[in-house]
């Protein structure tokens, strides 16, 4: 078959993203992965795609999948890519939109610059819910925020876990961009503490109102910026005592924004979101 699609980026973390509304897919894990394959497919660290919902007062439903074919909860860069998308294809003209995910529902908006604010709802903090095992282990007491340790590579590193609909595993690390995060992420990601995995950051502190953090994502890899990780570094900063909202996120693909009020309070996360080209492919 023929399926066309939408190649987009936020901050450098691109996306395929497919119209199901106007045309019919039905596809494996193996497609899935030849889609995301950047030698053999057309490239992407996550497919987006866009369906109709049928729960009331809800605009689209968005079904996410990483490039190693598994079906995902959540991906804050692309939300504000799903957003770009249904109003550039004229599938609504709202500005403001209401959107199921496999995690609940979010609302993002395009604003009047163009660039687009997502609230990706409050953050879960309760260990068993991100989820993580904590059982045998002794927390250590960091200001608001939790401290977990977790055998990496021979040593102990410390981590905050928190959900932002999907799970993150945050570390504070005094250089980012020489930290073995190629080394040390794929160990993180599957540690057996994490019974779905997990995304692991790496965060430098610059002042309390910016960062700069590497994510290795869960099913991806290293990606060039992480709008999930992003919240949940901020959010893990702020319960620390280390930041201040709002804060400025840098990444190797962009800036992004993320404020948070505290516990009970949505995180909100602005950023760009970038049309790239559109085409088919045979699948």
Not at 40 to 65: C, H, M, N, W
Not at 88 to 109: C, N
Not at 152 to 175: C, E, F, I, L, R
């Amino acid at each position: 078959m023929k399926l066309k699609f939408t190649k987009m980026h936020g901050a450098g973390n691109d996306f395929v993203v497919i119209d199901a509304i106007n045309q019919q897919i039905q596809f494996t894990r193996e497609q899935w992965q030849h889609i995301a394959d950047r030698r053999f497919g057309i490239g992407a660290d996550q497919i987006l795609v866009v369906e109709k919902s049928d729960t009331p007062d809800v605009d689209f439903r968005y079904r996410i999948y990483n490039a190693d074919g598994g079906e995902v909860e959540q991906c804050g860069n692309g939300s504000r890519a799903f957003v770009r998308f249904v109003i550039e294809k004229k599938l609504t003209d709202k500005s403001t939109i209401r959107v199921e995910t496999m995690s609940g529902i979010i609302a993002p908006r395009m604003e009047s610059d163009g660039s687009i604010t997502v609230d990706m709802g409050a953050p879960i903090l309760e260990p068993a819910k991100v989820p993580f095992d904590n059982s045998g282990l002794t927390a250590i007491p960091a200001a608001d925020d939790v401290l977990w340790p977790l055998d990496v590579n021979g040593k102990t590193v410390s981590v905050s876990v928190v959900s932002m609909g999907n799970p993150h595993a945050v570390q504070v690390v005094d250089n980012a961009e020489t930290f073995p995060v190629a080394a040390d992420g794929p160990v993180i990601e599957h540690h057996p503490r994490f019974p779905k995995r997990v995304n692991a950051g790496f965060m430098q502190i610059n002042d309390r109102h910016h960062i700069r953090l590497r994510v290795y994502e869960r099913g991806a890899g290293e990606t060039l910026a992480c709008g999930t990780g992003a919240c949940a570094a901020v959010v893990a900063g702020i319960r620390r005592g280390l930041l201040d909202s709002p804060v400025r996120v840098t990444t190797h693909g962009g800036e992004l924004s993320i404020a948070w009020q505290g516990e009970g309070s949505s995180v909100m996360l602005s950023g760009p979101a970038v049309t790239v080209f559109e085409g088919e492919i045979n699948l």
